[in-house]
């Protein structure tokens, strides 16, 4: 079963910040935030991972509160290509069995 | 990043036929791959977790008979779908980690394969 929940679609304008929040109530101490993108008919790809506090790297920002039981995605300035579905995962990352049981995810739909 | 490739990027094949789709990890060793379906407009879903030189760990409800995975080297696993019926068209997915216990595991997802079943 999927550990994280997310809302099931979002709409933004081009060049406005989007927030996703994902929500994860039963993290595991060992466990890490990572974020995915997917576009129809590829598949997913990396875009950030965080344990706590706040990542930053060039497509986006990661928060994650103290009690690290939700995690939010930020996507400053999206643009049309930023229409995809977004997955949040949560896992082990020192266990290379990790195993990722994808949520519903958040269709994000980038409008002109 | 590391590059995971698939094999072919899509099929048709008749009710019946058995179909091998292929992951490749380009430049890395895999020392894990997991294979996902995912039918239109729904998430993904895992069947197997595939480690080199062990038979596949199935999850509950897949048949292991029917999606037959081997993983015969570090950069290769196959997934043979037997006997294929049109409830198995779908868009199928590998992934792939590598690394020593400790290191960041990141996922690396393959373009997937795209199975139709007349």
């Known amino acids: 079963l999927a550990k994280t929940t997310q809302p099931i679609s979002m709409d933004s304008y081009e060049g406005q910040e989007v927030n996703i929040t994902c929500s994860h109530n039963n993290i595991a101490t060992n466990d890490y935030i990572t974020w995915y993108q997917q576009f129809p008919s590829q598949g997913p790809r990396f875009i950030i991972q965080?344990?706590?506090t706040k990542v930053t790297n060039e497509v986006a920002s990661l928060f994650i509160p103290a009690d690290r039981k939700s995690s939010t995605l930020s996507l400053p300035r999206v643009s049309l290509s930023d229409t995809a579905v977004y997955y949040c995962l949560v896992g082990d990352r020192a266990d290379h069995f990790n195993k990722f049981y994808f949520g519903s995810g958040t269709k994000l739909n980038v409008k002109p | 990043g590391a590059v995971v490739s698939q094999h072919p990027s899509w099929v048709i094949c008749k009710s019946g036929t058995s179909v091998k789709i292929e992951c490749r990890s380009l430049?890395?060793?895999?020392?894990?791959m997991f294979w996902y379906r995912q039918f239109p407009k729904q998430s993904l879903m895992l069947m197997a977790t595939?480690?080199?030189?062990?038979?596949?760990?199935?999850e509950q409800g897949v048949e292991k008979d029917k999606f037959l995975i081997n993983h015969a080297s570090l950069t290769l696993s196959t997934l043979t779908v037997t006997s294929a019926h049109p409830e198995d068209s779908s868009f199928y997915i590998c992934s792939a980690t590598g690394g020593a216990i400790g290191i960041f595991n990141e996922q690396f997802f393959g373009p997937g394969t795209r199975l139709t079943v007349l």
């Open positions: 965080g344990y706590k």
């Open positions: 430049d890395f060793q895999a020392t894990t």
């Open positions: 595939s480690n080199e030189g062990s038979k596949a760990t199935y």
